[in-house]
Each structure stands twice: as C-alpha cells, then as structure tokens.
C-alpha cells in the first residue's frame, strides 16, 4: 500500500474492515476458507475499463464476479476522522487502499446555527461568527441547536456534528 494523504483521496471511502486486502495483478480481493476451500471476493479490479471503483464494480457485477460487501460509505472528511481507527482498512473512489492514522490535535468548538437550508443532497448550514456552510447528509433534529467544528486552522473549520446544548469547547485528535 502506498503512503497517502488526505488531499489524495476521492469521496465517499468506504470501509473495509481490519485485514488489508490481498493485491495483486490489479486486482484487490479478500480470500477465506470454507469448509477447506477457498471463498475470494473481490473488492475491485483495476484491469476493468472505468475512472472509479463504482463503475468497475458495476460492471464486475453485471458479469456475475462475487464482489466483497461494502457494507460502510464516508462522504466526509470530518466523518473519516471521527469513524478511523489506525487497525482499519478503508479504500477510495479510485481504488486506493489506505488507513487513516490521527495525528493532530484540533479545537472542537461549538457555536449557534442560525440557518439551516434543505437540499436535494441534505442540508447546508449557517453557524454564527462563521462565514460560509457547511453541508450534512442529515438536517440538525429540532432540538439540535448548536454546531460541533474542528478548527483545523484559524480560518477553516469542518463540521464535526449537532448538539442539543452548547458544549465546552475541547480537543480531539484527528
């Protein structure tokens, strides 16, 4: 597996569990015995015509491959670093195999919402102090007041989750 950054990965991720997949000749895939013989599924296939793990897996479907389960999607990079663990496997849009390892300390702060707008793909937010959105798959419950962020730097934050009440800024390790 080659060293990646987060800047390199295509979303959605998704999980692949605890045991690195087994490579080779392009193609990424999980073997496991059964009653004595072997049961491999495949995760994807690089030697298959598409850009992403989507398309090549679709097609690897439409010809009856056995495909390993992705049971876990990530659309987020805030989710990435909430769900990682340094054990688990994940791999990208484009077939990238990786895990994610934290290594940073942040400030998780909370502030207002003071606008929430329904979209066809979720929501976007507006959170006091804060110029810009952020975008959620989910819309805030209604007693969801507050705006968890990671303030990664002093002027960018990612949307970490949604709070009843305001919480005591803290840390987390991302």
């Known amino acids: 597996m080659q060293s990646t950054g987060l ?3 295509h979303f959605p991720v998704y ?5 690195c997949p087994e490579v080779s000749d392009g193609v990424v895939y999980y073997e496991y015995r059964r009653d004595g013989s ?3 599924r495949i995760v994807d296939n690089k030697n ?5 793990l989507a398309s090549r897996r679709l097609k690897m479907l439409s010809e009856d491959i056995v495909l390993y389960n992705l049971n876990t999607a990530v659309f987020f990079i805030s989710d990435l670093m909430k769900l990682a663990s340094p054990t688990v496997w ?3 849009s484009t ?5 994610y390892i934290k290594s940073r300390i942040v400030k998780l702060v909370f502030k207002k919402i003071t606008s929430k707008l329904r979209i066809t793909s ?4 507006e959170v006091e102090d804060i110029p810009g959105r952020f975008k959620s798959l989910y819309p805030p419950l209604d007693n969801q007041e507050y705006a968890g962020l990671l303030r990664i730097s002093p002027h960018a934050y990612l949307l970490y989750g949604f709070y009843s009440e305001k919480l005591k800024d803290t840390k987390r390790k991302i």
């Not at 999980?15 to 045991?19: E, N, S, V």
């Not at 298959?48 to 992403?52: L, N, R, S, V």
């Open 90 to 92: 994940w791999i990208d």
């Open 15 to 19: 999980k692949l569990g605890l045991r």
């Open 48 to 52: 298959i015509q598409g850009a992403t």
């Open 7 to 9: 800047k390199d990965l």
């Open 38 to 40: 072997p049961d491999v």
């Open 122 to 125: 979720g929501c976007l937010i």
């Open 95 to 99: 077939g990238i195999i990786f895990r």
